[in-house]
């Protein structure tokens, strides 16, 4: 009894995805400053601005911006039934 109740109250929960995350160059041909790369980062993509090394080992600096990926836009409801003919999509 109690490992169906278990059973249950698992395909109850809700399953949940993490939001992906973008990385963005900012102003790739210029010195990065941090307080600047932060302060566009978020203003421009309500992100995280941080300064790395590009290429690695030198001492250039640019401005990588990581923020929430927009989400895709949801696509409308397809009506599969057509109320005129009483038919439905693979009957049309």
Not at 18 to 26: H, M, Y
Not at 51 to 63: L, Q
Not at 67 to 92: E, I, K, M, R
């Amino acid at each position: 009894m109690a490992l169906m109740v278990l059973f249950s109250v698992l395909l109850i929960i809700p399953k949940t995805e993490a939001q992906q995350r973008c990385t963005k160059v900012i102003a790739p041909e210029t010195q990065c400053l941090l307080l600047k790369c932060r302060e566009e980062c978020f203003k421009t993509l309500n992100g995280f601005g941080t300064c790395v090394e590009n290429p690695p080992g030198s001492d250039n600096y640019t401005c990588n911006c990581m923020f929430d990926c927009p989400t895709s836009p949801q696509l409308p409801a397809v009506d599969h039934f057509n109320v005129s003919t009483g038919l439905n999509a693979s009957q049309v």
